[in-house]
């Protein structure tokens, strides 16, 4: 097992013209999985809506250089108050997705178990000459820890060809799933942000028969 994680917060607003003010909620998500795999531009894709030219090794919280009281407290700290959990392996990397158990296993220790959602990410299915976790065993694997398993590319761009990545390759549907299991029975639908509206993608949800307006999600950091 390799380094480090990303995460993703969603905040879900509930707004209306009248008074009371919009009431928001914020929920951690952490993305984690083998280094390399592609957490970074699948969390960039999904807050940004594109893949992103250049990339960087995320400095691991694993990789503090053996000041084990430093990489403890950081490690406890990264794993506190997380709503949701995004596993990711790499299609082409045999060992990333053997390392899956150890990522499940130090969820657990950090008391983030089956209770909180969780799902699987096979990611870089665009490289599909070389692809090495087959959809079988992925899926067997899933069903044995009770998640969804999605599999995708942050990179590819989507069907209609015009170079934007716009509700494809599922990357939209990994972050609604995971919005929909927070919010549970509310229905969510996927808008787009708005021209110039930076990374914000909204997630809204139907309005509710009391009137009191529509719920939005939106990415608000990463
Ligand atoms: N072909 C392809 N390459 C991808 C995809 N996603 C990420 N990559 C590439 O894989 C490399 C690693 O991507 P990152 O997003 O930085 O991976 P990471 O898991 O965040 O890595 P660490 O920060 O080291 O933990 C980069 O060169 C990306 O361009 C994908 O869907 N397809």
Redesign the pocket.
């Known amino acids: 097992m390799a380094?480090?994680g990303?995460s993703a917060e969603l905040s879900g607003s509930l707004t209306s013209s009248a008074l009371p003010p919009p009431r928001t909620r914020i929920f951690k998500i952490i993305v984690i999985?083998d280094?390399?795999?592609?957490?970074?531009?699948?969390t960039y894709r999904f807050c940004a809506g594109k893949f992103p030219e250049k990339?960087e090794?995320?400095i691991?919280l694993w990789d503090t250089a053996g000041q084990e009281r430093f990489r403890k407290s950081m490690v406890q700290h990264y794993y506190r108050n997380v709503h949701a959990v995004v596993f990711?392996y790499d299609v082409t990397n045999a060992p990333s997705f053997r390392s899956l158990p150890a990522w499940i296993e130090e969820c657990k220790q950090h008391a983030l178990g089956t209770e909180v959602p969780r799902i699987l990410v096979g990611?870089?299915c665009?490289?599909q000459d070389s692809i090495q976790v087959g959809t079988d065993v992925a899926q067997q694997f899933a069903d044995a820890h009770s998640m969804p398993l999605f599999e995708t590319?942050?990179?590819s761009p989507n069907s209609l060809g015009d170079g934007n990545y716009r509700n494809s390759d599922h990357v939209e549907a990994i972050f609604m799933t995971v919005a929909h299991k927070l919010k549970s029975q509310k229905p969510l639908v996927l808008s787009q942000p708005p021209e110039g509206s930076g990374g914000t993608v909204i997630l809204s949800g139907g309005r509710n028969d009391g009137g009191d307006g529509g719920k939005g999600w939106s990415c608000s950091s990463c």
């Open positions: 380094q480090s990303s999985g280094s390399g795999v592609g957490k970074t531009c699948l990339t090794a995320t691991g990711v990611n870089k665009d490289l590319s942050a990179k």
